[in-house]
T-cell receptor
């Protein structure tokens, strides 16, 4: 069974631009969660989508948004990029809701904002 | 109450030794406690997980010890190998917290 895939793997953007990241979960998994990982803040939860509905949201500004499609694939969008948005963005998939059991992470998208 | 406190921040162990990483939580509603291993440039990989109905779970060289009354759990890596050198994260979820709360990570270096 293929693992969680994320595209692109690396991205360089300029402050003020917007960016869209994509995540394909493990086949059969219905939940996709997004995390931001930085050296200073560690792994921070962004949001979770389950059956195309946002089920949970972390403490991030509204510039961070996401969606999930009927095939469970998910996208995350960050608008008006700031230097502080430079991070590794990870998505994780699970069969049930994220807090209930095993979550499997993708390799991440490394976003650099200049 | 939502925090998971992890220690130590970094750890150096000799090959063949035992690596021990500790985590503590406050939310008594937490009922799922996984450990993740992350290598540089990779996403975290689920290593082993435990639920509060058992006090210990072992998978190969990796063991989770769980103390419900103390609200602590720990990861023991027996016979540590250089290939175990990575960052380890504990996490917890449960109750109204339908998301994983991660510890701050432990950078483990196993010296040959």
């Amino acid at each position: 069974k293929a693992g969680v895939t994320q595209t692109p793997r690396y991205l360089i953007k300029t402050r003020g631009q917007q960016v869209t990241l994509s995540c394909s979960p493990i086949s059969g998994h219905r939940s996709v969660s997004w995390y931001q990982q930085t050296p200073g803040q560690g792994l921070q939860f962004l949001f979770e989508y389950f059956s195309e509905t946002q089920r949970n949201k972390g403490n991030f500004p509204g510039r961070f948004s996401g969606r999930q499609f009927s095939n469970s694939r998910s996208e995350m969008n960050v608008s008006t990029l700031e230097l502080g948005d430079s991070a590794l963005y990870l998505c994780a998939s699970s069969y049930g809701l994220a807090g209930a059991g095993e979550q499997y992470f993708g390799p991440g998208t490394r976003l650099t904002v200049t | 109450q939502q925090q998971v406190k992890q220690s130590p921040q970094s750890l150096i162990v000799q090959k063949g030794g035992i690596s021990i990483i500790n985590c503590a939580y406050e939310n008594t509603a937490f009922d799922y406690f996984p450990w993740y291993q992350q290598f540089p440039g990779k996403g975290p990989a689920l290593l082993i997980a435990i639920r509060p109905d058992v006090s210990e779970k072992k998978e190969g060289r990796f063991t989770i010890s769980f103390n419900k009354s103390a609200k602590q759990f720990s990861l023991h890596i027996m016979d540590s190998q250089p290939g175990d050198s990575a960052t380890y994260f504990c996490a917890a979820s449960g109750g109204a917290t339908n998301k994983l709360i991660f510890g701050t990570g432990t950078l483990l270096a196993v010296q040959p």
